[in-house]
């Protein structure tokens, strides 16, 4: 993870590059992460092969039975789209060191045993189908390769696991046409950038993917920092996602359907990182056979709902809403520029109270429509009127109102109730 804050000594050049490149992905909010692997098989979580100590042996004959449907990716970038998200980040290889495309380097992928087939390419052609931006999940650490673990006290073993790794990673760079994001996950066993020569690796990508972004997890800074199961806003300047599971376990899990988030939790993460300028990563585990687990679909499709309706709050250029109250009652804010949205948590019926308004307030609308709400501005608290008995919103209960203030808006709350607090 990062240490240090990005941009700590980066030229003016860099530093402008980075704002040219990462604009899409800063206005996009929202992605889906996908997790699918020889793991997917036995549904025990991505990590079963460590937790359970299955022996390499045994766990390759995973490889034999991994036979997706074709077409399974194409079903992932369609709910994607559904869903209102703007782009897919999927395990290219993750930690058990299986290769989801047509490999040089190893035969362990899924051309030369498994399906036969270049996953990777598949799923690069879904994305592009649905318009959606594309990104590869790429773990450093491998249970599988020899030189994975003894690269750590042997330097012949680092030096060949390097390579493999550097040649793994230029194939993807190179084989598959434009590629967004490269998403690194756990750098486990060496202990510094230099041992795995990590600036040297994204210096390659730069020059065969100019326009990549890549994330922080080579233990270098480099452009957006990855809070996992945990929604946390990175200082003001630096980019983040939150990455996220949908039922506690990124690789494939049965569990019960109350272990997955509900679309409206989902809905609330949107608003937790649109206040923090940050971006939502959710994760779908497919099953063994590529298909996505129902209670995702089921989900996802509600908070497609949501976005087509609400969707311009999140996308596009968000600004902290610095001043306003994260806690204000019946809901909370969001910002874009001028315009500040009050996502309404708990409908209260025909009239709404926001307390402790310091700036005037111009207009009051509701969302989608936008039509415009009488109120009131008391000294101590602003009263929207005239608003419907019933929760307008029906996908996931959260409509949003759009207050705009005569200047930037500014709210004090403090835990007395006498005047002037
Ligand atoms: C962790 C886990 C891994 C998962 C990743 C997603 O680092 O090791 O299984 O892929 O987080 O962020």
Redesign the pocket.
């Known amino acids: 993870m990062a240490k240090k804050p990005a941009q700590a000594k980066e030229s003016p050049e860099i530093v402008a590059d980075r704002l040219r490149r990462m604009k899409w992905w800063t206005e996009a909010r929202f992605g889906m992460?996908v997790?699918f692997g020889l793991y997917s098989q036995l549904g025990r979580h991505?990590?079963v092969m460590n937790r359970e100590r299955i022996p390499v042996k045994e766990y390759e004959k995973l490889a034999r039975t991994f036979n997706p449907r074709p077409g399974s990716p194409r079903e992932w970038a369609r709910l994607a789209k559904k869903a209102g998200m703007k782009y897919m980040v999927m395990?290219t290889k993750?930690?058990e060191g299986f290769c989801l495309w047509d490999s040089k380097q190893t035969d362990y992928n899924a051309v030369k045993r498994g399906p036969h087939r270049d996953i990777v390419a598949e799923y690069v052609a879904a994305c592009r189908e649905f318009g959606l931006k594309c990104g590869f999940?790429y773990?450093l650490m491998d249970w599988h390769h020899p030189d994975g673990h003894r690269c750590v006290k042997d330097e012949k073993a680092r030096r060949r696991f390097c390579d493999y790794t550097y040649g793994l990673v230029q194939e993807l760079m190179s084989n598959y046409g434009k590629i967004d994001i490269l998403w690194y996950?756990?750098s486990w066993p060496l202990q510094s950038p230099e041992k795995w020569e990590s600036a040297k690796l994204n210096t390659m990508a730069r020059r065969l993917q100019p326009d990549i972004l890549i994330n922080d997890r080579s233990q270098l800074p480099e452009d957006f920092g990855?809070p996992?199961e945990h929604i946390s806003a990175a200082q003001a300047g630096r980019s983040w996602e939150a990455?996220m599971t949908f039922n506690g376990s990124?690789?494939w899990r049965p569990t019960p359907p109350e272990d997955s988030h509900s679309a409206r939790k989902v809905v609330t993460m949107l608003q937790q990182v649109t206040s923090g300028q940050g971006n939502l990563l959710l994760?779908i585990g497919p099953k063994p056979d590529g298909s996505v687990p129902p209670e995702a679909i089921e989900r996802l499709t509600t908070v497609g709902k949501w976005t087509a309706k609400y969707g311009d709050v999140i996308y596009g250029k968000v600004d902290r809403p610095e001043g306003l109250e994260g806690w204000a009652g019946c809901g909370t804010w969001t910002r874009k520029g001028k315009d500040c949205f009050f996502w309404v948590f708990n409908w209260p019926g025909e009239t709404l109270a926001i307390g402790g308004l310091r700036t005037k307030v111009k207009s009051v609308q509701l969302l989608p429509e936008g039509q415009s709400l009488r109120f009131k501005q008391e000294p101590r608290r602003l009263l929207v009127k005239g608003l419907p008995k019933a929760c307008p919103d029906k996908a996931v209960q959260i409509p949003i109102l759009k207050i705009n203030f005569a200047g930037k808006g500014r709210q004090v709350l403090s835990a007395g109730v006498c005047d002037g607090f």
Request: proline fraction near 0%; aromatic fraction near 24%; hydrophobic fraction near 25%.
């Open positions: 992460f997790h991505e990590w395990t993750h930690h999940y773990s996950d756990v990855t996992e990455c990124w690789g994760n």
